[in-house]
């Protein structure tokens, strides 16, 4: 079974705070990704990394920032919270696509619930 | 600029019966469909998906049926269970070149009532 972990289930932090999101998957996916989650508003994509060291932005990035050192870990930066980053955040993995069918599939965390004061 | 909606924000079945939950996209680009149940504080876990060469893809209870010429899919479970009292959010993508994303919709709230 996939295995996607990440840091903090629950996290509460100061406006200006730096927010380290960390995320750890077990199936050796070279493709990993950070959503928020907002009512209404879906699963929207803040940035993925599709090897070690290499990212991109998805549709959201602004205020944000990730790191990616290992293949297994894949972390999430906040340099200064705001409060309209109070979300549910969650980290995704994938195999790489080559393409076969299927292997868009991607494996989710329990999630992080992020409330800045 | 929402590439997949969901356009029932929330939907009510009686145990028992046939949930029908819709999705429609707009970029033709999209060849994998797949679809997510999300309970409260967990994350999403894949439920069922489709490609665009196929119509229907079953699973025991879940079928999703996709009509590419009106870019609409949707999602049966038959027998609903009480269990099944979730939120579904399906998905599409395409190859990027380096890595497939997924576009997701906002959201359909389903609740069984026994």
């Known amino acids: 079974d996939v295995k996607v972990t990440q840091s903090s289930r629950y996290l509460v932090k100061r406006t200006g705070e730096k927010v380290f999101l960390e995320c750890v998957q077990d199936m050796d996916h070279e493709n990993m990704f950070w959503y928020r989650q907002d009512p209404g508003l879906g699963l929207r994509l803040i940035y993925f990394s599709y090897d070690v060291k290499m990212k991109e932005k998805g549709d959201i990035p602004e205020g944000y920032s990730v790191s990616r050192e290992k293949k297994e870990r894949f972390s999430l930066i906040l340099e200064s919270a705001s409060t309209n980053q109070t979300s549910m955040y969650l980290c995704?993995?994938?195999?790489?696509?080559?393409?076969?069918?299927?292997?868009?599939?991607?494996?989710f965390g329990p999630g992080t619930r992020l409330t800045v004061l | 600029d929402q590439q997949v909606k969901q356009n029932s924000p929330s939907l009510s079945v009686q145990e028992g019966r046939i949930s029908i939950l819709n999705c429609d996209y707009t970029?033709?680009?999209?060849?994998?469909f797949l679809w997510y149940k999300k309970y409260p504080a967990e994350g999403p876990t894949f439920l069922i998906s489709?490609?665009?060469?196929?119509d229907k893809n079953e699973d025991g209870r879940f079928t999703v049926f996709l009509n590419k010429s009106a870019k609409h899919l949707s999602l049966h479970i038959v027998p609903s269970q009480p269990g099944d009292s979730a939120v579904y959010f399906c998905a599409a993508s395409f190859v990027t070149g380096t890595a497939s994303k997924l576009t997701f919709g906002t959201g359909t709230r389903l609740q069984v009532t026994l």
């Open positions: 489709i490609s665009s060469i196929k």
């Open positions: 970029n033709s680009m999209f060849d994998y």
């Open positions: 995704a993995s994938s195999t790489a696509s080559g393409r076969e069918w299927g292997t868009d599939t991607q494996y």
